[in-house]
């Protein structure tokens, strides 16, 4: 009783449209929401309903919510639509859209936006980090300074040079096309695989990744995940990289094969790693710990300021899109991604 | 490059220390050489060209027993171990390593800025600590793209440094000893008004006693609380002790140091903060870069054996 009270609550305040927020979000973000629209907040302090009642108890409120907020950990499918019914239009703030069911979304009529490139940059920034710490060892000489090793042991192993490396990008979108323009300046050749070779940049296009791998020196993985992508690093595109190849993944674990990847670092069939993403987050292959070649972190490349705040006028410009007919700022199609 | 005169025609070359083995396999064919600390008389009369590899000092003293000395070859791009002051007096030319190191120095300060501004080491020991889901939300870091960046020092790694860090959208803008026209980006004459405009100073400019401790008290406040130096030039560019001062107290916001005042002594205190990134002067060397520092040496041996101008001299 409690519970739907709270909700009931949220669902009253005043003739602003109703939006279903199943994500947490911080108090600039949550204020400037409230200041346009009636929040059905999963996340409100006092809010005891689990995820699904949660949703079902909104679409059962007076006027109930015609658009939802949500993030990578909501699957949006043929259930969760059908516990909503009312929704028309879903706006992610996840980087991807792997948890969408997009042809689902399409059939029923709901529209569906994306974070367009709010993350785009800070993703390809911190890809090329990702690069420059595993060749250049910048993490593990960290570690050595700190033990104190320097004045015991003389200087740790250098690293080997950016300039001329080959590097092969999976996926030359928003974040692929800025981590291209990035390691151009540092003297890399930039090579690539997309779904289709693209007319407006002059960089070598290999048509299967097991090319673009035995072509390159380095991997960069930042492409989305589906159904084509998943593993689409595998042994045989590890093998093709080959013993002084380095993988960089800022897409999703799943585009590589993990295991395989653990193996081929373990056994030196690749010269080390840089990874953002893993297969089962948060779960880390505890293996990896002990390398000194692989720099590693927990999902962390959207995650500055900048582009929080740029999240939050982003998704609030989709959302006043959408109430007020206007097309949406960052449409997905169904078709638009070979799912 | 030309071949290696017969064995008994090759010019001495005095050392001031050991070569390092790559060094030497690759410049005996060329020339002979003397060690400085054990030559003999008549090698020390002879030799008019000293190869410093490493950074040893060399001082007024060393130079006054090469009473034939015309040249000082050194294999790195600093040249504050040398008494520039003696060589200049003396009317010698005085080389360094001139770009070949260029790239990997420029490669390391944005890897070391991008490491501090996004935290990539401190995210790497959270992961290997086993920490994830346990510890609630990781903190935010500040986007690199679009920062505005000073570059203390336009040569051959501050002008790498400036064209990388346009590629990330960052504004840059540079001090130097006297403004170079041909560079893209706006000069800035004081320092601190340099380091007032900017999110990030980057220093690459050599140690001079002009320079020494150029990286005070004053230029940090002015960088500010949000601010972040990156140093790959020299530690005695900074004045140490109020650089942990300024992290200490929140007076500039962190750090990506690869040189330190009295290497390889990196003070404790910095060993505890986690909005500095460490390395142990690593900034100017890839297994790569050592083929072009030979190329460079031998270069600048050889035009002077033979009379050519020298590749890579520097102005004293």
Known sequence: VVATLKLATMAAAGGKPAVLLLRPVDAPFAAALRDRFRVLDLYAPGQALPALAFVAAAAAVPEPPRATVIWGGVRVDASFLDAAPSLRCVVSTAAGLDHIDLAECARRGVAVANSGEVYSTDVADYAVGLLLDVLRRVSASERYVRRGSWAAQGDYPLGSKLGGKRVGIIGLGNIGSRIAKRLEAFGCIIHYNSRKPKDSVSYKYFPNVHELAAESDVLVVACALNKATRHIVNKDVLEALGKDGVVVNIGRGANIDEAELVIALREGKIAGAGLDVFEHEPKVPAELFSMENVVLSRHVAVLTEESRSDLRAHTIGNLEAFFSGQPLLTPVHADSLAQ | ?316
């Open chain 2, 1 to 316: 490059m030309a071949a290696p005169p017969p064995a008994d025609e090759r010019p001495l070359v005095m050392l001031a220390q050991a070569l390092f083995p790559e060094f030497a396999a690759a410049l005996a064919g060329r020339y002979r050489f003397a060690l400085l600390a054990d030559a003999d008389a008549a090698a020390a009369d002879e030799a008019r060209a000293l190869l410093v590899g490493g950074l040893p000092r060399v001082t007024a003293q060393h130079l006054g027993v090469l009473p034939a000395l015309k040249l000082v070859a050194c294999t790195s791009v600093g040249v504050d171990h040398v008494d520039l002051d003696a060589c200049r007096s003396r009317g010698l030319s005085v080389t360094n390593a001139g770009a070949a190191f260029a790239a990997d120095s420029a490669d390391y300060a944005v890897g070391l800025l991008v490491a501090v501004l996004r935290r990539v080491a401190a995210a790497d020991v959270y992961v290997r600590s086993g920490r994830w889901a346990a510890d609630g939300d990781y903190p935010l870091t500040t986007k690199v793209s679009g920062k505005r960046v000073g570059i203390v020092g336009l040569g051959n790694i501050g002008s790498r440094v400036a064209r990388r860090l346009a590629a990330f959208g960052c504004a840059v803008s540079y001090h130097s000893r006297s403004p170079k026209p041909s560079a893209p980006y706006p000069f800035v004459p004081a320092l601190r008004d340099l380091a007032a405009g900017s999110d990030v100073l980057v220093l690459s400019c050599a140690l001079t006693d002009e320079t020494k401790h150029m990286v005070n008290r004053d230029v940090m406040e002015a960088l500010g609380k949000g601010g972040v130096l990156v140093n790959v030039g020299r530690g005695g560019l900074v004045d140490e002790p109020e650089l942990l001062r300024c992290l200490r107290q929140g007076v500039i916001g962190g750090a990506g140091l690869d040189v330190y005042e009295n290497e390889p002594a990196v003070p404790p205190e910095l060993l505890a903060m986690e909005n500095v990134v460490l390395s142990d002067h690593r900034a100017v060397l890839t297994p790569e870069s050592i083929g072009g520092v030979l190329e460079v040496v031998i270069a600048n041996l050889d035009a002077f054996f033979s009379g050519r101008p020298l590749v890579s001299p520097m102005e004293l």
